[in-house]
T-cell receptor, first 115, second 112 residues
Framework: DAKTTQPNSMESNEEEPVHLPCNHSTISGTDYIHWYRQLPSQGPEYVIHGLTSNVNNRMASLAIAEDRKSSTLILHRATLRDAAVYYCILRAPTAGGTSYGKLTFGQGTILTVHP | AAGVIQSPRHLIKEKRETATLKCYPIPRHDTVYWYQQGPGQDPQFLISFYEKMQSDKGSIPDRFSAQQFSDYHSELNMSSLELGDSALYFC???????????FGPGTRLTVL
Protein backbone atom coordinates (compact mmCIF):
# COMPACT_ATOMS: atom_id res chain seq x y z
CA ASP A 1 0.00 0.00 0.00
CA ALA A 2 1.16 3.50 -0.75
CA LYS A 3 2.27 5.39 2.33
CA THR A 4 0.96 8.66 3.73
CA THR A 5 2.78 11.14 5.94
CA GLN A 6 0.98 13.43 8.36
CA PRO A 7 2.15 15.73 11.14
CA ASN A 8 1.98 14.11 14.55
CA SER A 9 -0.10 16.88 16.02
CA MET A 10 -1.71 20.22 15.30
CA GLU A 11 -3.49 22.81 17.38
CA SER A 12 -6.28 25.18 16.56
CA ASN A 13 -8.57 27.65 18.26
CA GLU A 14 -12.30 27.23 18.29
CA GLU A 15 -14.17 28.75 15.31
CA GLU A 16 -10.98 29.10 13.28
CA PRO A 17 -10.28 27.12 10.09
CA VAL A 18 -7.96 24.14 10.29
CA HIS A 19 -5.85 22.80 7.44
CA LEU A 20 -4.61 19.26 7.98
CA PRO A 21 -1.95 18.24 5.45
CA CYS A 22 -1.14 14.80 4.09
CA ASN A 23 1.71 13.78 1.80
CA HIS A 24 1.36 10.73 -0.42
CA SER A 25 4.09 11.00 -3.02
CA THR A 26 3.84 7.31 -4.07
CA ILE A 27 0.10 7.37 -4.71
CA SER A 28 -1.00 5.31 -7.69
CA GLY A 29 -3.25 6.68 -10.38
CA THR A 30 -6.29 4.80 -9.09
CA ASP A 31 -5.91 5.27 -5.33
CA TYR A 32 -8.64 7.21 -3.60
CA ILE A 33 -7.72 9.60 -0.80
CA HIS A 34 -9.83 8.97 2.28
CA TRP A 35 -10.00 10.84 5.55
CA TYR A 36 -11.32 9.33 8.74
CA ARG A 37 -11.22 10.67 12.26
CA GLN A 38 -11.36 9.01 15.62
CA LEU A 39 -12.75 10.85 18.59
CA PRO A 40 -11.65 9.71 22.04
CA SER A 41 -13.15 6.36 23.03
CA GLN A 42 -15.07 6.02 19.75
CA GLY A 43 -14.74 4.11 16.52
CA PRO A 44 -13.28 5.82 13.47
CA GLU A 45 -15.65 8.05 11.56
CA TYR A 46 -15.70 8.68 7.81
CA VAL A 47 -15.04 12.32 6.95
CA ILE A 48 -14.53 12.67 3.21
CA HIS A 49 -12.84 11.12 0.18
CA GLY A 50 -11.75 12.13 -3.29
CA LEU A 51 -9.80 11.06 -6.35
CA THR A 52 -8.65 14.09 -8.31
CA SER A 53 -11.05 16.98 -7.82
CA ASN A 54 -11.61 18.97 -4.67
CA VAL A 55 -14.57 17.75 -2.65
CA ASN A 56 -16.93 19.37 -0.17
CA ASN A 57 -19.43 17.88 2.24
CA ARG A 58 -21.15 19.01 5.39
CA MET A 59 -18.22 18.03 7.56
CA ALA A 60 -15.20 19.27 5.65
CA SER A 61 -13.50 20.06 2.36
CA LEU A 62 -10.75 18.09 0.68
CA ALA A 63 -8.23 19.90 -1.47
CA ILE A 64 -6.14 17.62 -3.70
CA ALA A 65 -2.95 18.83 -5.33
CA GLU A 66 -2.85 18.72 -9.10
CA ASP A 67 -0.13 16.04 -9.08
CA ARG A 68 -2.07 14.16 -6.35
CA LYS A 69 1.05 13.83 -4.22
CA SER A 70 -0.51 15.73 -1.38
CA SER A 71 -3.90 16.70 -0.03
CA THR A 72 -5.35 18.91 2.67
CA LEU A 73 -8.38 18.35 4.83
CA ILE A 74 -10.05 21.62 5.69
CA LEU A 75 -12.32 22.11 8.66
CA HIS A 76 -13.89 25.49 8.03
CA ARG A 77 -14.71 26.36 11.64
CA ALA A 78 -13.22 24.10 14.26
CA THR A 79 -15.30 23.23 17.28
CA LEU A 80 -14.30 21.44 20.47
CA ARG A 81 -16.05 18.36 19.09
CA ASP A 82 -13.56 18.25 16.22
CA ALA A 83 -10.73 17.31 18.59
CA ALA A 84 -9.70 13.88 17.34
CA VAL A 85 -7.05 11.87 15.54
CA TYR A 86 -7.34 12.48 11.80
CA TYR A 87 -6.20 9.75 9.44
CA CYS A 88 -5.35 10.21 5.79
CA ILE A 89 -5.65 6.84 4.03
CA LEU A 90 -5.07 5.76 0.45
CA ARG A 91 -7.41 3.09 -0.77
CA ALA A 92 -7.43 1.15 -4.01
CA PRO A 93 -10.71 1.18 -5.93
CA THR A 94 -13.15 -1.57 -5.01
CA ALA A 95 -14.48 -1.98 -8.51
CA GLY A 96 -13.01 -4.83 -10.53
CA GLY A 97 -12.15 -6.92 -7.49
CA THR A 98 -8.75 -5.33 -6.94
CA SER A 99 -9.67 -4.30 -3.45
CA TYR A 100 -12.45 -4.96 -1.04
CA GLY A 101 -11.97 -1.67 0.67
CA LYS A 102 -9.87 -2.44 3.71
CA LEU A 103 -8.42 0.62 5.40
CA THR A 104 -4.75 0.72 6.35
CA PHE A 105 -4.40 3.18 9.20
CA GLY A 106 -1.05 4.86 9.66
CA GLN A 107 -0.01 7.47 12.14
CA GLY A 108 -2.61 10.20 12.05
CA THR A 109 -2.64 13.79 13.24
CA ILE A 110 -3.83 14.53 16.74
CA LEU A 111 -5.87 17.72 16.51
CA THR A 112 -6.29 19.76 19.66
CA VAL A 113 -8.90 22.53 19.64
CA HIS A 114 -8.58 25.29 22.22
CA PRO A 115 -11.65 27.17 23.48
CA ALA B 1 -30.23 6.49 11.17
CA ALA B 2 -29.28 2.94 12.03
CA GLY B 3 -25.67 2.38 12.94
CA VAL B 4 -23.36 -0.60 13.27
CA ILE B 5 -24.10 -2.55 16.44
CA GLN B 6 -21.47 -4.49 18.31
CA SER B 7 -21.92 -6.77 21.27
CA PRO B 8 -20.83 -7.09 23.90
CA ARG B 9 -19.38 -3.65 24.51
CA HIS B 10 -17.04 -4.93 27.20
CA LEU B 11 -15.67 -8.41 27.76
CA ILE B 12 -13.29 -9.74 30.36
CA LYS B 13 -11.69 -13.14 29.86
CA GLU B 14 -8.93 -15.20 31.36
CA LYS B 15 -5.89 -16.41 29.42
CA ARG B 16 -6.57 -19.47 27.26
CA GLU B 17 -10.32 -18.84 27.27
CA THR B 18 -12.41 -18.20 24.16
CA ALA B 19 -14.43 -15.15 23.19
CA THR B 20 -17.04 -14.38 20.55
CA LEU B 21 -17.64 -10.85 19.33
CA LYS B 22 -20.70 -9.99 17.30
CA CYS B 23 -21.33 -7.32 14.70
CA TYR B 24 -24.61 -6.26 13.13
CA PRO B 25 -24.01 -4.09 10.05
CA ILE B 26 -26.17 -1.25 8.85
CA PRO B 27 -29.16 -2.61 6.88
CA ARG B 28 -28.38 -3.19 3.17
CA HIS B 29 -24.63 -3.11 3.80
CA ASP B 30 -23.06 -6.20 2.26
CA THR B 31 -19.44 -5.87 3.43
CA VAL B 32 -18.17 -6.22 6.97
CA TYR B 33 -14.67 -5.43 8.24
CA TRP B 34 -12.99 -6.25 11.54
CA TYR B 35 -10.21 -4.12 13.02
CA GLN B 36 -8.13 -4.45 16.18
CA GLN B 37 -6.81 -1.44 18.07
CA GLY B 38 -4.30 -2.11 20.84
CA PRO B 39 -3.63 0.42 23.61
CA GLY B 40 -2.07 3.53 22.12
CA GLN B 41 -2.06 1.96 18.65
CA ASP B 42 -3.82 2.71 15.39
CA PRO B 43 -6.55 0.36 14.15
CA GLN B 44 -5.23 -2.67 12.26
CA PHE B 45 -7.28 -4.56 9.69
CA LEU B 46 -8.01 -8.18 10.55
CA ILE B 47 -10.46 -9.63 8.05
CA SER B 48 -13.40 -8.73 5.83
CA PHE B 49 -16.43 -10.38 4.29
CA TYR B 50 -18.42 -9.54 1.18
CA GLU B 51 -21.77 -11.22 0.60
CA LYS B 52 -21.01 -13.82 3.28
CA MET B 53 -17.67 -14.84 1.74
CA GLN B 54 -14.27 -13.91 3.12
CA SER B 55 -12.94 -11.19 0.86
CA ASP B 56 -9.67 -10.07 2.41
CA LYS B 57 -7.39 -11.06 5.25
CA GLY B 58 -4.96 -9.00 7.24
CA SER B 59 -2.86 -9.69 10.30
CA ILE B 60 -5.35 -12.01 11.94
CA PRO B 61 -3.86 -14.71 14.19
CA ASP B 62 -4.63 -18.34 13.37
CA ARG B 63 -6.35 -18.54 16.76
CA PHE B 64 -9.01 -16.18 15.44
CA SER B 65 -11.73 -17.06 12.98
CA ALA B 66 -14.69 -15.16 11.65
CA GLN B 67 -17.71 -15.58 9.46
CA GLN B 68 -20.62 -13.66 8.03
CA PHE B 69 -24.06 -15.18 8.30
CA SER B 70 -27.06 -15.17 5.98
CA ASP B 71 -28.51 -12.12 7.74
CA TYR B 72 -25.15 -10.36 7.16
CA HIS B 73 -24.19 -10.19 10.79
CA SER B 74 -20.66 -11.30 11.55
CA GLU B 75 -18.92 -12.99 14.44
CA LEU B 76 -15.26 -12.94 15.39
CA ASN B 77 -14.25 -16.03 17.35
CA MET B 78 -11.08 -15.86 19.40
CA SER B 79 -9.56 -18.92 21.07
CA SER B 80 -6.62 -19.52 23.40
CA LEU B 81 -6.72 -15.89 24.41
CA GLU B 82 -3.43 -14.21 25.26
CA LEU B 83 -2.70 -11.08 27.26
CA GLY B 84 -1.73 -9.36 24.00
CA ASP B 85 -5.22 -9.82 22.62
CA SER B 86 -6.47 -7.14 25.00
CA ALA B 87 -7.66 -4.42 22.68
CA LEU B 88 -10.61 -2.61 21.17
CA TYR B 89 -12.19 -4.56 18.35
CA PHE B 90 -14.11 -2.53 15.80
CA CYS B 91 -16.49 -3.76 13.19
CA UNK B 92 -17.29 -1.61 10.17
CA UNK B 93 -19.75 -2.05 7.35
CA UNK B 94 -19.97 -0.71 3.82
CA UNK B 95 -22.59 -0.78 1.13
CA UNK B 96 -21.49 -2.13 -2.23
CA UNK B 97 -20.64 0.64 -4.66
CA UNK B 98 -20.10 3.16 -1.90
CA UNK B 99 -16.79 4.23 -0.44
CA UNK B 100 -17.45 5.07 3.18
CA UNK B 101 -17.07 2.53 5.95
CA UNK B 102 -19.18 3.01 9.03
CA PHE B 103 -17.69 1.85 12.29
CA GLY B 104 -19.39 0.47 15.34
CA PRO B 105 -18.62 1.60 18.89
CA GLY B 106 -16.24 -1.31 19.44
CA THR B 107 -15.88 -4.15 21.91
CA ARG B 108 -13.27 -3.67 24.59
CA LEU B 109 -11.69 -7.05 25.33
CA THR B 110 -9.58 -7.43 28.44
CA VAL B 111 -7.62 -10.64 28.92
CA LEU B 112 -6.41 -11.27 32.47
Amino acid sequence: DAKTTQPNSMESNEEEPVHLPCNHSTISGTDYIHWYRQLPSQGPEYVIHGLTSNVNNRMASLAIAEDRKSSTLILHRATLRDAAVYYCILRAPTAGGTSYGKLTFGQGTILTVHP
Amino acid sequence: AAGVIQSPRHLIKEKRETATLKCYPIPRHDTVYWYQQGPGQDPQFLISFYEKMQSDKGSIPDRFSAQQFSDYHSELNMSSLELGDSALYFCASRRGGRSAQYFGPGTRLTVL
